[in-house]
């Protein structure tokens, strides 16, 4: 694992603490799908036609090949 990795790993799983502490004492926090949530807050949205956790230059099509 790289360095830049691993603090990505320390940010995830710091945020995760962080909601699961939340929801210990607020039962208004719903903990449905927050590892979406959580990736979403770290790496920041969804970009269109690239692979998350690929690389910053790895399209669809270079991963998946051509549908055709």
Known sequence: MTSK???IMDKLNDKKAEY????????FVNLENIDNRIITEVLGPERYGRIRFQG??????QYFGSGS
């Open 5 to 7: 990795a691993g603090e």
């Open 20 to 27: 699961e502490a939340i929801a210990s004492t607020d039962s």
């Open 56 to 61: 910053s230059s790895v399209t669809l099509t």
